[in-house]
């Protein structure tokens, strides 16, 4: 998520002086009465969110409505799928360090096919072949070796995040695949430039439905975050509370089996002590309520 | 000349009437995931088809999801769920017209999501449940190069009108679920009604926005 917000970010001398810097203007901030716990400098965060739409809407979002309506979708996928490419190698690693060499393997064999036979990434012939494209950074590495994920922050430009996912990020910027490319920083910079403008084509609709959808755009991507990257660290697959069920139906019904709830195990279960590392599911808040039976 | 258009009538009068039920009765038997399967590909074929809803008329594709996927949806348990333990405080009358704003609010905004469909692949992957269960969980996968697979999860329930979906999954990310805390915190700042006012005047500005 991070990566897919980071508009202008991508240097690591640019993380690095924003996460100190603001990490210092954070400890002075007063918090939201009756805000979400995980949010504790809301008022603050919603500050920079509002930086950041705007940036978007005047920069960002201009660039990438012009590329995407420059070029066709076939070079558009092409641009995706090399960058998907050189991305698997930093994936692997972290499929390796979540414990799932399996994963880690297919990853790599995927760059090794893509880089070759599917030339330089440009086409995902690995995905043809049944060799699924993963999705792990290393935010999710600490979440699944049990890091605690402090408060939600926003930073300037590069979007929303925890502070787990702050400190993964940077290791995902610092570890790079771009480098490996090439050495020439001007180089290395319109790589970051391209892909940064080729993420925020495709992500032209999804914000904006998302946005329209909204009543508090900020509440709204704050719980997509949380959201989204539960289901991330857990590989699409996050042990649902007791199932939730809508509330209002007087016909008792009969207890579905959790196993049919869950999609095909792709890996071992999470062990427990990795659960408190995630943040509780938006929907346990109100688990009591799951099994009233009130009239509609 | 009179009376043959007054059979004609009577005759397209009696198709439509067999037209409207005939996706009742068919849902009592059809099997969720068979009815997720059917419905996904009905739709996708008809947008893939029109020039004009991949131009990006709503109002189009509206009229499409109205026909063809809301049946299937229920309505009222995804507001229940979306209001959480605010569902219980509020009166018939309210619980009425949350629903009506709450549907209109996620019609509009995610029918739009159809008009950029292209040529994405669907997986339908077989359902996990007994044949006895009455609440359980479709899985989709939609497939797009260079992208890890886009899971999407319906919930579903099963009905005296067949099955219903009440809660999905996009991603990981419940479109249902999200909007807990938007609710609760207008709730809070307000009321129920003032809730209700604010989708209404959210509604009215979408719909303004795409005149």
């Known amino acids: 998520m991070l990566a897919a917000t980071a508009l202008a970010g991508g240097a690591r001398m640019l993380v690095r002086s924003v996460l100190v810097t603001a990490f210092w203007l954070l400890a002075g901030c007063a918090t939201v009465q009756n805000g979400d716990p995980r949010d504790p400098y809301e008022s603050w965060n919603r500050a920079v969110f509002e930086f950041n739409e705007g940036f978007d809407e005047a920069v960002a979002k201009p660039i990438a409505t012009a590329y995407r309506d420059l070029l066709p979708y076939e070079i558009r996928v092409r641009v995706r799928n090399f960058f998907s490419n050189i991305q698997d190698l930093m994936i692997g690693v972290n499929n390796l360090l979540q414990g799932k060499p399996a994963e880690a393997w297919s990853d790599w064999t995927r760059f090794v096919i893509n880089s070759s036979v599917g030339i330089l990434g440009l086409h995902d012939i690995a995905s043809e072949a049944g060799l699924e494209k993963h999705n792990e950074d290393f935010g999710q590495t600490f979440a699944v070796w049990g890091a605690e994920e402090g408060p939600f922050l926003v930073w300037p430009f590069l979007g929303a995040g925890t502070v787990r996912d702050s400190f993964g990020f940077a290791a995902d910027v610092a570890a790079a695949p771009t480098r490996w490319v090439t050495s020439d920083a001007a180089v290395q910079w319109g790589l970051w430039g391209l892909y940064l403008v080729n993420e925020r084509a495709d992500l032209l609709d999804a914000k904006t439905i998302l946005d329209e959808s909204a009543i508090d755009k900020y509440v709204a991507r704050r719980d997509f975050f949380y959201q989204r990257r539960r289901d991330l660290i857990y590989d699409g697959n996050p042990p649902r509370p007791p199932r939730e069920r809508p509330p209002g139906r007087d016909e008792p019904r009969a207890e579905a089996p959790l196993a049919a709830h869950e999609p095909a195990a792709r890996t071992a279960p999470r062990s427990a002590e990795a659960e408190p590392a995630v943040s509780g599911a938006l929907s346990q808040d109100d688990a009591p309520f799951a099994t009233a039976g009130d009239a509609l | ?211």
């Open chain 2, 1 to 211: 000349m009179k009376r043959r258009s007054t059979i004609g009538l009577l005759s397209a009068l009696l198709l439509c009437g067999a037209g409207l039920f005939a996706p009742q009765s068919i849902a009592e038997v059809t099997p969720p995931d068979a009815l997720v399967k059917t419905v996904t590909l009905e739709v996708l074929d008809i947008v893939s088809k029109d020039k004009e809803i991949q131009a990006g008329n709503v109002e189009k594709v509206i009229s499409l999801v109205d026909a063809k996927v809301l049946p299937h949806f229920s309505f009222d348990s995804m507001t229940a769920l979306a209001m959480g333990v605010n569902w219980r405080k509020a009166t018939a009358d309210q619980k009425t017209k949350l629903i009506q704003e709450f549907r209109t609010l996620l019609v509009r905004t995610y029918a739009s999501a159809l008009t950029s469909y292209r040529d994405e692949q669907f997986e339908f992957l077989p359902l996990r449940a007994k044949p006895t269960d009455t609440d359980v969980t479709v899985n989709v996968r939609v497939i797009k190069p260079g992208r890890q697979p886009i899971a999407i999860d319906y919930d579903m329930e099963k009905t005296a009108a067949g099955w219903k979906c009440y809660n999905v999954y996009v991603a990981g990310v419940s479109l249902v679920l999200n909007y807990r805390t938007e609710f609760a915190n207008e709730i809070r700042k307000s009321s129920i009604d003032g809730l209700i006012a604010v989708l209404q005047q959210k509604n009215h500005r979408l719909e303004a926005a795409a005149k």
